[in-house]
C-alpha cells in the first residue's frame, strides 16, 4: 500500500529555511546521493554530472513508486537518502545503463554525511558573487567563537539554465566548531 509521498524539505524544514542574514543551524545526520567533481556549477561538467545524479534519483524514486515501496520530492541537488543498503543504486544504475543514457551516472555514490552546527545563509546572485555572503556567515562564526571546518556545502534552489544569474538563489552552508 502506498503511503504518502516523502518530502525531505517539508520534513527538515529547520534545516532549509535560510535567510539572507547568516544563522547557525543544527544540522542532522543523512544519506544523500553523491558526485565528485570539479569546476563552476554553471560548466559543462557539472550539468553532465547533475544529468547523472538525477537520472539515478528519478530512475530510483520512479522504481520505488512503481513497486509499491513509496514516492518521494526529488531535493533540490541534494540527492538526499533514507533507505538502508545500496541495492536501490544497483538497481538505478543496471536500468541506465540499460537505456544507454550518458555515463555520469555510474560517478553517483550513496553516503552518510553528518555536518552537525552550520552557519547558513540564503545567496541571491551569481555565484561569482558568493564570496561576499560566505564573508558575512564566516564574520557570525567568528562572533559566536566558531570557526568553519569541513566542506563548503551548496544547496541549489535555482536551475541556471533556466533563472538569470542576478536571479539564482543558493543556500551556503559551512559546518562550524569551537576555535
Do not use: N
Not at 516523502?6 to 529547520?14: I, T
Not at 537518502?81 to 550513496?110: C, H, I, Q, S
Not at 571546518?149 to 559546518?175: A, F, K, N, Q, W
Amino acid at each position: 500500500m502506498m503511503t504518502d509521498k516523502l518530502d525531505l524539505y517539508r520534513q527538515h524544514k529547520d534545516e532549509y529555511a535560510a535567510k539572507k542574514t547568516p544563522a547557525l543551524v543544527k544540522v542532522g545526520p543523512a544519506k544523500y546521493l553523491t558526485i565528485a567533481g570539479r569546476g563552476a556549477p554553471g560548466g559543462d561538467a557539472f550539468q553532465a554530472a547533475v544529468g547523472g545524479l538525477y537520472s539515478m534519483a528519478f530512475t530510483i524514486k520512479m522504481t520505488r513508486k512503481l513497486s509499491g515501496k513509496g514516492d518521494y520530492k526529488v531535493c533540490h541537488l541534494e540527492g538526499l537518502w533514507w533507505a538502508p543498503g545500496k541495492a536501490d543504486l544497483a538497481k538505478a544504475r543496471a536500468a541506465l545503463a540499460a537505456k544507454g543514457k550518458p555515463p555520469e551516472f555510474k560517478a553517483v555514490k550513496l553516503e552518510r554525511i553528518a555536518e552537525g552546527l552550520c552557519v547558513q545563509a540564503l545567496h541571491v546572485g551569481p555565484f561569482a558573487d558568493e564570496p561576499a555572503t560566505v564573508a558575512k556567515m564566516d564574520e557570525l562564526a567568528a562572533a559566536e567563537g566558531l570557526k568553519p571546518h569541513g566542506r563548503h556545502h551548496e544547496i541549489y534552489l535555482s536551475d541556471p539554465r533556466r533563472v538569470p544569474p542576478e536571479r539564482l538563489r543558493t543556500i551556503l552552508r559551512h559546518p562550524v566548531r569551537k576555535k
